[in-house]
Structure formats: C-alpha cells, structure tokens
C-alpha cells in the first residue's frame, strides 16, 4: 500500500481503521480483522474505552506489532500537565503494549485552555519513548499557531472531520503548509445521506464501484488518510480496495461542488464545541 511520511519519521498507510464504537470482545473480533485484512493504521482514543480491545487485537492478529501503527487521543478533562501524562501511561497500559505509535490531543476545548500544557505532555511522551509520534485532532490553525509558539513543535498530524459535504479545504492548506498529514475522521459522513449522494452515486457507477470507494478514494487523491470504520469484514475489504480506485480530474471537481459550508454532520465546530 502508498504510504505517506509525517516529519515525526512515522510512515502513515493511506487508509487507516476507525475505532469507535468498538469495544469489548465483539470490537477485539473486529478490530483484529480489520488488521488481518490489511489495515496497519489503527485510531482509537481514551474516551473509546476500547484500547484494551485495540491491544488484544494487535496481539491476536498475528501481524507483527512493528507494522502497526496504534494511535490513542488524550481527552479534554486531563490537559494540565500531570493528568495527561498519567492519561498517556494509562493509555500505554490499557492496550497492553509497550508504546503507543501516535498520540493526540483530542479536541482543543479552547475555553479551557490549556491545549499547549496537554502539547509540553505529549513531547515529554515522546521523548520517553511512550508514543513514538505526536499530533492532534480537531485543531484549528490559530491553535497550531499557539502550539509552535509556544514549543517550537508542530504536530505530526491533525486528525478533523471531513468528507464531500465538509471537505475542509482552507484546513487542509493550512495543514499541508506545515508539513501536517491530515486524517479523516467520520470519512463517510457516519453513513448518512453522503451515502446516497446522487453526484457520487453517478460516479460510482462510472467506475463500476460503490460510493464509500469513490469517497475513500477522494480522500487519497486528496492526500488525506482517511478513517472509516466498518464491522463487516467485506466492507472493511472493499474500503481498504478503495485506495486503488483512480478519479479523474472531473470526478474531483464533481466532487468538489458538493461542499457546505455548514456541511459537519453534528455542528461539532471546535472553536466551540468541546469534549471532556
Ligand atoms: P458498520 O460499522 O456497521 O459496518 P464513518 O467511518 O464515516 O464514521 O462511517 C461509519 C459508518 O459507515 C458505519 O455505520 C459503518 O457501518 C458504515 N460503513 C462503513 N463502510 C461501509 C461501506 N463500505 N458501505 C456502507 N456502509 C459502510
């Protein structure tokens, strides 16, 4: 599979596994599936509660835990100093491995702010050898902004919402000037009517596929990674396909029109809204 390179030396498949939701024994099954079918990017996060079914699926995959790349978020209630880092070794122990390959900030919660003391936590992490490479999630620039001044560090990644009705172009650029890989979460609007588009669903029918490959493999072609997450194993199969489907020129611009500006499936703006 393409891979892409973040400037923390971590080398990113172009499709990963969306974890949520998956927990227990039942997600462990999933999740250890979706690695012998070939995924190699796993995202999870604490407020998942599901690292140890992450863990107990790496374990159980037979994949070699150096080909994985396991990725857990820190939540918004342990951002001072102390409790993230606690968070971040409770993390580590929850998946039962020794490190963790990439850590984020899960949401910035500005009106808290204390983002860039949770971001000192997670380079200390790193420096640690707790987490191999260090990002965020939901970031907007201005927060990059405070995080680079403040530590000099830029994330590895910026994992946000984006899909065709939300495609995050402004974001995107902003990333990408910086050297930020972004990764999509919820990549196929959570299943909701993107799936029934009928721009996308004309598409699909051009290149004899379904619209999750067109919309998977837009988000290659747009140089994002996405996430999705799927229970049954030939939807795993035919999303991991998905990253070798090529769009033409017209089909990306097709889908380039879709674009909304209130287009987030749940009005989660981070410059408002926030997770704890
Ligand atoms: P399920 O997990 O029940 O298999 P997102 O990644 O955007 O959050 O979307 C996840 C949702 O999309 C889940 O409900 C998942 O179903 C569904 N899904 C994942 N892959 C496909 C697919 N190839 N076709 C249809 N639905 C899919």
Redesign the pocket.
Known sequence: MPETTTTDGLTLPRIGF?TAALKGQHGARTIAAALRTGYRLIDSAFNYENEGAVGAAVRSSGVPRDEVIVTSKLPGRHHAHDAAIAAIEESVYRTGLDHLDLYLIHWPNPSQGRYVEAWEALIEARERGLVRAIGVSNFLPEHVDRLVEATGVVPAVNQVEL?PYFPQADQRADDASRGIVTEAW??????SEV?QDPVLVRIAEGHGA?V?EVILAWHARLGVVP??????LE?QQ??LAAIDLELTDADVEAIASLARPDGRNNDQDPAVYEEF
Do not use: I
């Not at 919820?186 to 299943?191: F, K, N, T, V, Y």
């Open positions: 969306g899909h919820s990549p196929l609007g959570r299943a799936l379904s999750p996430l999705p997450k799927a229970t049954a939807r035919q999303n």
